[in-house]
């Protein structure tokens, strides 16, 4: 498969220097790149900390829902 890209000229500049100094073709160098990038792994990480996610909760806190008797209804909506 062939693909053409545009590339932005200081993109271009670093790929090429990069691959003159590891002494390997640009079409080459681009390859090993792609291949990195779609076989990294999907790890799902997570931005909470331990200690969020091992949180169990109060065993005796009543659920939310209970309190749901006490609410108001909502207004109705004026229609003029």
């Not at 000229?9 to 002494?23: G, T």
């Not at 291949?35 to 331990?50: C, K």
């Not at 996610?53 to 006490?70: A, C, H, K, T, V």
């Amino acid at each position: 498969m062939q693909i053409t890209i545009d590339l932005p000229p200081d993109l271009e500049q670093d790929l090429i220097r990069q691959a003159a100094q590891s002494n390997i073709p640009l079409q080459t160098l681009i390859l090993q790149v792609l291949r990195q990038m779609t076989q990294i792994p999907r790890i799902s990480t997570s931005w909470w900390s331990e200690v969020i996610l091992s949180y169990e909760g109060i065993p005796d806190f009543p659920p939310f829902e209970s309190y749901r008797d006490e609410l108001l209804p909502p207004p109705e909506p004026e229609l003029f």
